[in-house]
Structures are given as structure tokens and as C-alpha cells.
């Protein structure tokens, strides 16, 4: 029944959300975490569902094509999330990562990692937006940051006026990479000229280990669940993994 699947559903997001949690537990014992340095980035994780299925929300349905696999020449159409959804999977966004790179259906993993050791403290999956790498920044650093001043690294997606002061105004220091091409950055000499800033543009780069392990050993590259929730808690549960693999070559054997 729905209402089966809907609880099954759930019980296996707060497992893999539990499981997360036993696991930090267990490196903040081993005094394995810093509670003042961290980064943040996202990675998209590409959706079960291919361009074929993106289509118009409102247009009549398509006459059915020969074959299992038929072609299909959408390069002239005018396509985007506001007028076309998947069929296959209709949390799926269309988005891109740069100018550069191929517009895709996927979802954006968000982790926060701590400096220290390069664990990951917090995970969230969300749709592809572009605003959903500084939201996601802001609500995992709310949760972990409390009433003291932490440091939060982040590349140049971080670099907006309005995340900056956001930052800020939650007592933490952002030392997120300047993005000055056509414009000016919201980060200045009063956060550069500080040894730590230097410190922390190193140390964010580690985040991509992460994002590798993810990708090639947890098989995190495209995702098999369709919808925000059922990839997020296999997300957060690969995570939980990372550090437990992480965690093995900190911790001395015996």
C-alpha cells in the first residue's frame, strides 16, 4: 500500500540519518572533529532519468514511437524547469555548473566537512537550484556553529554580498574564495590579511576527496532512487561510510 511505502520510506531516512550520527559520535570520542574550521561545497549528482523524459508539463501527450529506444530531436526546443519535468523523475532538475559545462537532470549534494581531519559533519541532497548551495550553507552551519565563532570555507559560489552578510550575521567568518571577475568581492583584506584565511583556502580543497569517494566507490556519480528523499538518505548514508573509512586510517589499531 502507499501508506507502507510511504513508512518504509521514512524509516530508511532516519536509519541512514541515525547511522550518520552514531558515527560522529564515535569521532568526536576519539577527539577526531574540530567545532571552530569548516568548509562546504556541493557536488550535482546526476538524476535516474534521462533528457528524453524531460518534457513540456502542459503539452499534449506524445504519440507513441517505434522501437525500445526511438530517437528524439529536442535541439531546437526551447527547454527549462519552469515549462518541461521528467517523467521519470519529476524532482529532477535541468541545471548546469558552469557556462562551460552540459545541462543535466540531477540533484546537488551539500556536505559540510570539519578542517581537522576532513570528516564530514552534515549532509543534505536538495534539487539543482542556484540558489541551493548557499541556503543549504547557511542551515548546516546554523546547526553546528551554536553561539561560538567559527570559520567556514567555501570556493567562489560562496562569494555573494547577501550569503556573506548571512554568514556574518550567524558570527561566522567566512573565508570563502574571491570571486572578482566583473565584479567587486564581498570578501576584503579585513578577512585575507588573517593567517587563518590562507590556512582555510587549503584546507577546503580537501572536500573533494570526499566528492571523489562518493563518486567512484559509493557509486554516488549517478544516483539509482528517484526523488529528494530517497537519494538523500542513500547520500547521507554513503557519507556515514566515507568516514568510517576515514576514520580507520586516523585511529591507530588496538
Not at 513508512?7 to 541512514?16: F, I, Y
Not at 587549503?202 to 554516488?220: D, N, P, Q, S
Amino acid at each position: 500500500t502507499v501508506f507502507t511505502k510511504n513508512r518504509d520510506r521514512l524509516l530508511e531516512g532516519e536509519v541512514a540519518q541515525a547511522f550518520f550520527e552514531q558515527v560522529l559520535a564515535r569521532a568526536r570520542e576519539a577527539e577526531l572533529l574540530s567545532s571552530e574550521h569548516f568548509t562546504v561545497d556541493g557536488t550535482l549528482i546526476e538524476a535516474w532519468a534521462s533528457h528524453k523524459s524531460f518534457k513540456r508539463k502542459d503539452g499534449p501527450p506524445e504519440p507513441p514511437r517505434e522501437g525500445r529506444n526511438p530517437e528524439v530531436d529536442f535541439r531546437k526546443e526551447k527547454r527549462g524547469n519552469a515549462t518541461h519535468q521528467s517523467t521519470t523523475d519529476p524532482e529532477a532538475r535541468l541545471y548546469r555548473k558552469s557556462e562551460a559545462a552540459p545541462a543535466q537532470l540531477c540533484y546537488i549534494g551539500h556536505v559540510l566537512m570539519e578542517n581537522r581531519n576532513g570528516l564530514a559533519v552534515d549532509a543534505r541532497l536538495t534539487q539543482a537550484t542556484g540558489t541551493a548551495e548557499c541556503e543549504s550553507a547557511l542551515d548546516m552551519i546554523r546547526e553546528v556553529s551554536g553561539n561560538r565563532r567559527v570559520t567556514l570555507g567555501g570556493d567562489k559560489a560562496y562569494d555573494t554580498r547577501d550569503h556573506v552578510d548571512a554568514l556574518r550575521s550567524l558570527n561566522v567568518t567566512p573565508h570563502v574564495a574571491q570571486n572578482d571577475t566583473k565584479r567587486k568581492s564581498a570578501i576584503d583584506r579585513r578577512t585575507t590579511r588573517h593567517p587563518g584565511y590562507a590556512v582555510s583556502m587549503r584546507k577546503r580543497k580537501r572536500i573533494e576527496e570526499t566528492f571523489g569517494w562518493l563518486k567512484t566507490v559509493a557509486l554516488m556519480r549517478k544516483t539509482r532512487h528517484k526523488g529528494t528523499e530517497l537519494a538523500g538518505w542513500m547520500f547521507t548514508f554513503s557519507l556515514a561510510a566515507y568516514n568510517l573509512v576515514r576514520m580507520r586510517q586516523l585511529v591507530p589499531a588496538g
